[in-house]
């Protein structure tokens, strides 16, 4: 099973920033990773993509985020990172790793998609 591990959370003013993380693990266990993204849901409504990164290297971002947010990846480390800057209130929601296409040594006839726990990220002042 392909565990994604989120951290970087937590409460920030508005103007502030933060960085989020999430690296698949067991990384040895994981022959190859399509794409990986962030997605965000606040209280009562949708979950909602916020950026993705493809393996092919293409980039999409959702149009709230965009010139503000930029999302990384470490393909060696299978690991990807969002970092936030000048945040607004309405970027409060809990922040979800997403990873398609996993292709992993305990099944490696099979394509399985795997999500994070979920990390907090509250804009306030």
């Known amino acids: 099973q392909v565990q994604l591990v989120e951290s970087g959370g937590g409460l920030v003013q508005p103007g502030g920033s933060l960085r989020l993380s999430c690296a698949a693990s067991?990384?040895?266990?994981?022959?190859?990773?399509?794409?990986m993204a962030w997605y965000r849901q606040a209280p009562g409504e949708e979950r909602e993509i916020v950026a993705r990164y493809q393996g092919s290297g293409w980039i999409t971002y959702a149009d709230s985020v965009k010139g503000r947010f930029t999302i990384s990846r470490d393909f060696a480390k299978n690991s990807v990172y969002l970092d936030m800057n000048n945040l607004k209130h309405e970027d409060t929601a809990v922040y979800y790793c997403n990873a398609d296409g996993v292709r992993a040594a305990f099944a490696p006839g099979l394509l399985a998609d795997y999500w994070g726990q979920g990390t907090q990220v509250t804009v306030s002042a």
């Open positions: 067991p990384s040895g266990s994981i022959y190859s990773i399509n794409a």
